[in-house]
């Protein structure tokens, strides 16, 4: 009983010896095989983002005038009442005193923006599609920019003024741009969707 207890207690601390020695530093050190690369855009491909930039604004069942920007900020006019249920976005008071009332719609924003400012840089980069064929799609993208920004300082007035994507975890934190420099892109970004698109 004794030396079955000594052995149980012998292979516990080799055990124990053991696992303390690797380090949990190596242990998370990721080695990925492939990263993920978009590649070449074709007109397939600048079709599906095109699309997917517009996406975050028809979020809610998919339905325009049911999503943050066709019912959303509507019930923010003066107008517009949403009743107990919609509190968040036609009442005020609230909106004012909870922070957590215009998260979904800056969300919503902010990842159109990006969706945007993602598809410019692959229309720069990009060598082998048509003038026409991209113009139209600079003309999408700087649309949705345009709208997006006109209604975040609309609600908000300073935000953070992105017009390029976020490449790594440092491009993150962005100060607020002042009020008309905001106003100037969004001019800027709609008088070319309006000469680019048809």
Do not use: H
């Not at 303390?20 to 074709?42: F, H, I, N, R, Y």
């Amino acid at each position: 009983e004794i030396m079955r207890r000594f052995f149980i207690y012998f292979l516990f601390m080799i055990l124990l010896a053991s696992t303390s020695q690797t380090s949990c530093k190596k242990m998370l050190e990721e080695k990925p095989k492939a990263t993920a690369a978009l590649g070449e855009v074709d007109p397939v491909l600048l079709e599906q983002m095109v699309i997917g930039a517009y996406e975050p604004l028809t979020r809610s069942r998919g339905r325009l005038w049911e999503s943050t920007v066709g019912l959303g900020f509507e019930l923010m006019a003066e107008y517009a009442d949403g009743g107990p249920s919609q509190l968040s976005w036609s009442n005020y008071n609230n909106v004012m005193t909870n922070p957590n009332a215009l998260a979904q719609p800056w969300t919503t924003l902010y990842e159109a923006i990006g969706r945007a400012n993602l598809l410019i840089a692959n229309l720069d980069a990009n060598t082998s599609l048509s003038d026409s064929v991209k113009k139209r799609a600079y003309g999408e993208a700087y649309f949705i920019r345009g709208v997006c920004y006109y209604f975040a300082v609309r609600v908000w007035g300073k935000v953070p003024l992105r017009l390029k994507p976020i490449q790594n975890s440092n491009d993150v934190a962005l100060a607020k741009s002042d009020i008309p420099v905001i106003y100037d892109q969004v001019i800027t970004d709609l008088k070319y969707a309006e000469t680019a698109l048809p």
